[in-house]
Antibody, heavy 126, light 107 residues
Framework: QVTLKESGPVLVKPTETLTLTCTVSGFSLTNPSVGVSWIRQPPGKALEWLGNIFSNDEKSFGTSLKSRLTISKDTSKSQVVLTMTNMDPVDTATYYC??????????????????WGQGALVTVSS | DIQMTQSPSSVSASVGDRVTITCRASQDITSYLIWYQQKPGKAPKVLIYAASKLQSGVPSRFSGSRSGTDFTLTISSLQPEDFATYYCQQGSTFPFTFGPGTRVDIK
């Protein structure tokens, strides 16, 4: 069964760097049919896609935060790591990792986030 | 980036009502539109992908359709467990983008 779980600090100070780890099970990070994205949601607000890492280690990032983000993976540990530099109180949010399935079971292009972690609430405050 | 808008931002409805939510893309995304349901304190859940394909395990009262760059999510008969926030997401082009959400609450 597919699971994802985020881990990392619950509190970071302004200007610090946030590092979150997503540990996955039930699928391989080398499977070309899937990838892992990071998505965040400030309290009471909408979802914001941050970035994605593909099986071949290529990455794609959202436009507004691109300069502050790094995504990497360790396939032997089944982990995907997000780092976000220069944290600010406006970055307070629940951070989710999610599996993206590029295709459905019949081969139709889907690009949907079919499995999600439980989310990690990160508060930025001094 | 492709911008996604949703209307209405919130809707009050009763159990048994038919509810329709609209999502519009700022440019052509063909049928690469996904709908999610999110309940408070929980991660989103896929309902519909490819504009009209029902995700496995999702009740058939949920349906999706497309007309150009306008997409519709319909709940044919609202059930108590359907009170939630609904988001659309375009899966056509990176960076992926979500709509602002539509909250469905009890009338």
């Amino acid at each position: 069964q597919v699971t994802l779980k985020e881990s990392g600090p619950v509190l970071v100070k302004p200007t610090e760097t946030l590092t979150l780890t997503c540990t996955v099970s039930g699928f391989s990070l080398t499977n070309p049919s899937v990838g892992v994205s990071w998505i965040r949601q400030p309290p009471g607000k909408a979802l914001e896609w941050l970035g994605n890492i593909f099986s071949n280690d290529e990455k794609s990032f959202g436009t507004s935060l691109k300069s502050r983000l790094t995504i990497s993976k360790d396939t032997s540990k089944s982990q995907v790591v997000l780092t976000m530099t220069n944290m600010d109180p406006v970055d307070t949010a629940t951070y989710y990792c999610a599996r993206i399935s590029y295709f459905d079971t019949s081969g139709l292009l889907a690009n949907s986030f079919d499995f999600w972690g439980q989310g990690a609430l990160v508060t930025v405050s001094s | 980036d492709i911008q996604m808008t949703q209307s209405p931002s919130s809707v009050s409805a009763s159990v048994g009502d038919r509810v329709t939510i609209t999502c519009r893309a700022s440019q052509d995304i063909t049928s690469y539109l996904i709908w999610y349901q999110q309940k408070p304190g929980k991660a989103p859940k896929v309902l519909i992908y490819a504009a009209s394909k029902l995700q496995s395990g999702v009740p058939s009262r949920f349906s999706g359709s497309r007309s150009g760059t306008d997409f519709t999510l319909t709940i044919s008969s609202l059930q108590p467990e359907d009170f939630a926030t609904y988001y659309c997401q375009q899966g056509s082009t990176f960076p992926f983008t979500f709509g602002p959400g539509t909250r469905v609450d009890i009338k």
